[in-house]
């Protein structure tokens, strides 16, 4: 159809200006729309460089301040009174504070030093109580703290003596703890079963509870208290909802006499799957 | 032009029930079955089943 | 010739069939796509829990351990480049800004020139079927007014590449090395496609009839098959970063070519584009319909730009229903290649962001219904199913209102500092919410009903179970509805997530069997129908406006929507492998990206009426010694 100048043809500009100022106006609508809802900007997280390689003692020490502050999980109960559910860490000298328990008559462990003391606190709990923080009912001979080197926690060797380093280092002791050797480091790096960031999604309700570290905080096979609620007979005092709704909003309702430790961000964590599986597991358990 | 052959009131209403009779057998089996690949089975009533 | 032939395009099914059939060759694998459970999650290392027994600090490469450990001469594995903000050349305005205008810009054009040969050819072949000229004189039209369209697609493209190479240097060095020799397979076809296009323009009338138009709509098959390569080679590599594959977790290629394209988000993204492309295509071509008709006094002239608006409406509205399946499809995939991407699109700072995507697909949902009941002033039947319109109209304004309510009615100041971890998003992956489930599906169902009487306004059938056709198309409609509002209400707010996201393909399934058996039965219903008179031209010139709101709100919603594709990598040039360390490397505003979407698509809107123009000026000749001439635009 080849176009000819028709003599009626005398509206074309005007039709042109109506449906370019219509057109305009509605790209103009769909701006406003934009621009009146709440405006948010999506920083980027700055970066941070940890080489295991060639680390520093500084860099050693700042490590072992983000693993006890994140990954080690530490500060969820080791939290200065009356927060806390283990005795403070970050108010105390720890140095001071080991020596102080290695004199202890009490005390029937084999650390000769403050370090060792530490480690042993560690990756052994139950090996030396401070009174009053016992699990309930076993006297103080017992500790409910989960050992760090296992699951769920799970920290290295090196990852230890980083902490160690740390809580060494932040009342101005001297650091007794070397630095990873290039094989120890290696071997760590290793022995990593997962790569860059791509865990992968639990396939049982174990598996996710272990992921995302519940037993850590929660004692699954009894009602006593740990840092939050025992999760024995959960089902029977929470409806499916209300254990939904605990895991990913934990502070919305929080049970009579624990603190809100709990994190508040296994919904971003979670896949569905894995949130639905756990809160199955969760209120079948009467 | 074909001759306009229409069906009479009551062919047309039991045509219109049987219609929705099986639409809703289809719908319900549809139901079933797109739940059921998904690894979500029902039960007989539409309830969530296991 | 049949007189009525102009409407027979409506009864006419190889396109309507063509499309759903690519809709559901893809759509299908989409639904078990979507329960199979998440393969693997990207995301940031420290910011999760995980039991990882070592340290690992995200961008930290594990690797360059591994390397200094002995076995590191087996290969020769490069990784990805670690720029630094040094490393990006500053040019004084932002450089994300120019990548951002050029890339839209390409995509714009890219995305037309795809499409539009696609329907010309599908066009063409029903011209050549039912031996209606007028068929092939609008597809030849088609192309006409697209031509100048390729150029600029290359031109734009030169452009962002350039850009591209010069603004983020390690990037595309990266890039190179990953796709390697693809990048000439993906030059050589332009070649390949510029053949194509300028043989079958231009040979359209040398290869009119006979086998000769065999030749011809051999070329445009070719012409689509070129441009779709092209097409898919170049989504590999937007889909590459956002879910790269083929690669380890430093970026080090390890696997083929095949493998680094065949991520998990390839295909989806390749249907999505492919029916947002003719849906678009379609949308473009309309405004220029409407404009011509507008422009024009001449009954002839309006009776056929009139057709060629409603074509290029019934085009761009029956791509768009699918569209958002696709749409569902793909983010399915994302949420199970990351649930980190997932939720940043879905549930965090961009989720306010689908608020301005129900605003403007509401726009063209009602655009495109308005534009079929105008229409329906065309035929003499229509009185029929008149009383219709203003029921789909309210269902129409009420799910839209429905849909573009935000999620927490009244926000609190909490809720807005929170709003990057706002739950209620999470919970269903998509952000699946029943009632707008419900809303979104029910205003799918009111559109194509709106088509099916338009279809049907022009006929009378004839067989004679046609009464017990119509209980059946009733019960269809009714049943669906029932069926997509029980499963909104009952699954979503009475049972567990899980059976809430999958009671959401319930309902997209009753919507497609509404949609799929509408068009089977109807098509044998009017079967040998008699057709009574309609007179094209004969619609308000109000409907047209409709014809320009369409490509308007389109060019705009690819707009936002490749803002969200793009910001759900995050600080990421290639998803967990090469950090974005550019000072650009945060998500903008919602307000922000608007004023660009905007930008991009006033620009492109000045320069598709180049296009025109300078499709016209080839068929205006300066009369001799008159005052100028050319006063067609």
């Given amino acids: 159809m080849t176009d000819t100048r028709d003599n009626r043809e005398s509206s074309g500009s005007k039709v042109f200006v109506y449906a370019m100022i219509f057109s305009l106006g509605l790209t103009l609508v769909f701006t406003l729309v934009a621009n009146m809802l709440p405006q948010v900007q999506g920083e980027a997280p700055s970066e941070q460089m940890v080489d295991l390689g060639s680390l520093t003692m500084d860099d050693f020490i700042a490590l072992g301040k983000d693993l006890f502050e994140n990954k080690g999980t530490c500060t969820l109960c080791h939290k200065p009174a009356p927060l806390g559910r283990a005795p403070d860490i970050e108010g105390a000298d720890m140095v001071a504070v080991s020596e102080e328990r290695l004199a202890d008559g009490r005390y029937q ?31 103080d001979a017992e500790s409910p703290m989960p050992a760090v080197d296992k699951p769920p926690i799970q920290l290295s060797t090196v990852e230890i003596d980083a902490v160690i380093a740390y809580l060494q280092a932040k009342d101005g002791n001297e650091v007794t703890v070397s630095l990873p050797s290039p094989e120890a480091a290696a071997e760590t790096a290793a022995a990593a079963p997962a790569a860059t960031g791509a865990p992968v999604p639990a396939a049982t309700a174990d598996e996710a509870m272990t992921k995302y570290v519940c037993t850590g905080c929660h004692a699954l096979d009894s009602n006593d208290a740990l840092v939050g609620p025992g999760l024995l007979s959960v089902g029977a005092r929470l409806s499916t909802d209300e254990i939904r709704q605990s895991i990913i909003d934990p502070n919305a309702v929080i049970s009579e006499g624990f603190p809100p430790a709990m994190p508040a961000d296994f919904a971003d964590k979670m896949t569905v799957r894995e949130l639905e599986m756990i809160v199955e597991l969760l209120a079948g358990k009467k | 032009m074909n001759q306009e052959t229409k069906m009479g009131p009551a062919a047309t209403l039991v045509a219109t029930v049987i219609a929705f009779v099986v639409v809703v057998a289809v719908f319900y089996g549809l139901d079933h079955f797109v739940m059921s690949i998904q690894g979500l089975p029902l039960n007989a009533d539409l309830t969530p089943a296991g | 010739m049949k007189n009525n032939s102009p409407r027979q395009l409506i009864s006419q099914t190889p396109l309507a069939i063509l499309l759903w059939v690519i809709f559901l060759v893809g759509f299908v694998p989409g639904i078990s796509g979507a329960s199979t459970v998440q393969a693997a999650e990207g995301t940031g290392v420290e910011t999760r829990i995980a039991p990882v027994g070592r340290v690992q600090v995200e961008g930290q490469p594990i690797v360059e351990v591994e390397v200094t450990a002995a076995d590191a001469a087996e290969t020769e594995l490069i990784a990805a480049p670690r720029p630094s903000r040094k490393d990006y050349p500053n040019i004084g305005v932002s450089s994300r800004a120019v990548v951002w205008i050029l890339a839209q810009m390409h995509l714009f054009f890219g995305a037309l020139v795809l499409a539009v040969p696609l329907f010309v050819l599908v066009i063409e072949l029903t011209g050549m079927i039912t031996g209606d000229d007028r068929y092939d004189d609008m597809a030849h039209e088609f192309m006409k007014i697209s031509l100048v369209g390729f150029s600029l697609t290359a031109i734009i493209g030169g452009s962002l590449a350039l850009a591209l190479f010069m603004l983020y240097p390690d990037f595309m060095a990266y890039m190179m090395r990953v796709f390697g020799a693809q990048w000439l397979v993906y030059a050589g076809l332009f070649f390949l496609e510029s053949f194509f296009l300028y043989t079958y323009y231009y040979g359209w009338n040398a290869f009119r009839y006979g086998n000769k138009k065999w030749l011809h709509l051999t070329l445009g098959l070719m012409l689509n098959a070129s441009g779709m390569t092209i097409m898919v080679l170049a989504n590999s590599w937007a889909t590459f970063m956002m879910a790269p594959s083929g690669v380890n977790e430093v970026g080090a290629v390890v696997g083929n070519i095949w493998e680094v394209m065949k991520g998990p988000l390839w295909n989806p993204i390749n249907l999505h584009r492919f029916i947002a492309n003719i849906a678009f295509g379609g949308a473009v071509v309309g405004a220029y319909a409407a404009f011509k008709f507008l422009s024009t006094r001449d009954p002839a002239l309006r009776a056929h730009y009139d057709w060629m608006g409603y074509t290029s409406n019934f085009i761009a509205i029956l791509a768009f229903l699918p569209l958002p399946f696709a749409g569902y499809w793909l983010m399915a995939e994302i949420y199970a290649y990351s649930q980190q991407m997932g939720i940043t699109a879905m549930g965090g700072i961009l989720a306010w962001l689908f608020i301005v995507q129900a605003v403007l697909i509401g726009t063209i949902l009602l655009a495109g219904n308005f534009y079929l009941w105008s229409g329906m002033s065309r035929t003499e039947g229509s009185v029929r199913y008149q009383w219709l319109i203003k029921y789909i109209a309210a269902t129409l304004v009420i799910c839209f209102l429905i849909w573009v309510t935000p999620h927490t009615l009244i926000l609190s100041a909490r809720e807005i500092a929170a709003l990057g971890g706002s739950h209620h998003h999470i919970l269903g992956p998509l952000g699946i919410m029943p009632a707008k489930n419900i809303a979104v599906n029910l205003m799918l169902i009111a559109t194509f009903l709106s088509f099916q009487i338009y279809r049907r306004s022009d006929k009378v059938a004839t067989v004679s179970w046609a009464p017990a056709g119509n209980a059946l198309i009733v019960a269809i409609y009714v049943v669906a509805v029932a069926n997509i509002i029980f499963a909104g209400v009952y699954y979503g707010y009475f049972t567990n997530t899980l059976y809430k996201v999958g009671s959401s393909v319930m309902q997209v399934v009753s919507t497609l069997v509404v949609i799929i058996t509408g068009i089977v039965i109807d098509s044998l219903i009017f079967k040998n129908a008699k057709t009574l008179p309609s007179h094209w031209g004969r619609i308000p010139d109000r409907a047209q406006y409709a014809l320009f709101a369409l490509p308007i709100a389109f060019t705009w919603l690819m707009g936002l929507m490749g803002y969200v594709r793009s910001s759900v990598k995050t600080h990421w040039h290639v998803y967990t ?29 000045l320069m598709v009426l180049f296009m025109f123009w300078v499709a016209n000026l080839g068929s205006t000749r300066q009369p001799e010694a008159s005052a100028d001439g050319g006063a067609t635009v």
């Fill in chain 1, 109 to 139: 462990g084999e650390a000769k030093d403050a370090a060792g003391y530490i480690l042993e606190s560690m990756v052994d709990p139950s090996r030396y109580v401070v009174a009053t923080w016992g699990k309930k009912g076993t006297n």
């Fill in chain 3, 577 to 605: 492998v090469m950090k974005d360390n550019s000072p650009d490397n945060f998500i903008p505003t919602i307000g922000y990206a608007g004023n660009m979407i905007t930008i991009v698509t006033v620009l492109f809107l």
